[in-house]
């Protein structure tokens, strides 16, 4: 069965941790090739998403608060595990961070980061581009930002 947490840093195990840090490791620097300083120290005031099946943890994303990178609440680090594509927990993801932010942390703006080529996949949780394009660890980003986050439930 696959389900959805939410945890702030303060509340993960320590296997947790290592277990979501060691999948986004696998993605973001392995697969695409993209070394860079993964542990950014904003973990520790964020709040996790754990994406599980079983007891391994196949996907997660972060939510920074506000004033932390963006004036509005930040989604990163979204990540699923390669093994497990064909679930298309990418909207699951974005499914679960939404209802979280609406229902349980009345935030209703968000802001993230995407990597270009899945504007147009973020594009159908409401989130438009800024205007803001640039390399990130060499790879083309898109700032977007989503104003309504209710009217994408």
Known sequence: MITPTFKHYSELELNEFHDLIA????????????????????????????????DKIIATARLLKPGTVYPETAIGRVVSSPEHRDLKLGHLIMKSILDFLVNQQGVNTARLSAQSHLVHYYGKYGFVSTGKEYLEDGIPHTEMRCGDLSKHL
């Open 23 to 54: 999948l986004r490791i696998e993605v973001f620097i392995i697969e695409q090739n993209c070394p860079y300083q993964e542990l950014d120290g904003r973990d520790k005031d964020a709040i996790h998403l754990l994406i599980r099946s079983e």
